[in-house]
């Protein structure tokens, strides 16, 4: 519908010289000067709104356009490992964070992800605790902890959130 209503508009441009002037000023205009615009009929004010809008979009395109790369982040591999040992927490920075048995952690020479938690420096006992399920990519552990969510939320009928539980001594 909308490029229609603009093909439209721009017939009416080729016709009425006041139409034409307005779509020449659009980017100077505001949506209140297009709404008290003289024109004839009501879908034109409509229309020029549409064209003021889709203006707008494009100038911010062609703004942003300059500070945007194409490109890709690598999916850097890793070795994805399942917790083996009870249920307990260990140590993340200055904090603690619960593991449980079966969840899925993910090493790699930077440090080690726990579902969505980073952190540099690696516990011991996830490394002796953990049983390895092999080398994966980033977005396979993850595309792995978010079918483990699912299977233990099955009843759930939007994705389940993904948890994780703090633990401040003190």
Do not use: N
């Not at 229609?4 to 080729?14: G, K, P, V």
């Not at 100077?28 to 003289?38: F, M, N, V």
């Not at 004839?40 to 409509?46: G, I, N, V």
């Amino acid at each position: 519908m909308t490029r229609d209503l603009l093909t439209m508009l721009e017939y009416e441009a080729r016709r009425q010289p006041t139409v034409a002037a307005l779509m020449a000023d659009i980017d100077r205009l505001s949506e209140d000067d297009i709404r008290a615009a003289p024109v004839k009929l009501p879908w034109l004010r409509q229309a020029l709104l549409v064209l003021k809008q889709q203006y707008e979009r494009d100038a911010l395109a062609a703004s942003l356009d300059s500070w945007v790369r194409s490109g890709h982040t690598p999916d850097p591999l890793g070795e994805m490992r399942r917790w083996e040992g009870p249920d307990c927490f260990i140590r993340v920075g200055r904090s603690q964070l619960e593991v449980q048995s079966g969840q899925l952690i993910w090493l790699d020479g930077s440090g080690v992800w726990i579902d969505t938690i980073r952190c540099a420096t690696v516990d011991p006992v996830l490394v002796r605790q953990s049983v390895p399920c092999g080398r994966v990519p980033r977005s396979a552990y993850m595309l792995a902890i978010r079918e483990r969510a699912r299977h233990l939320c099955p009843a759930s009928t939007t994705q389940p959130i993904e948890r994780v539980r703090f633990y401040r001594p003190g």
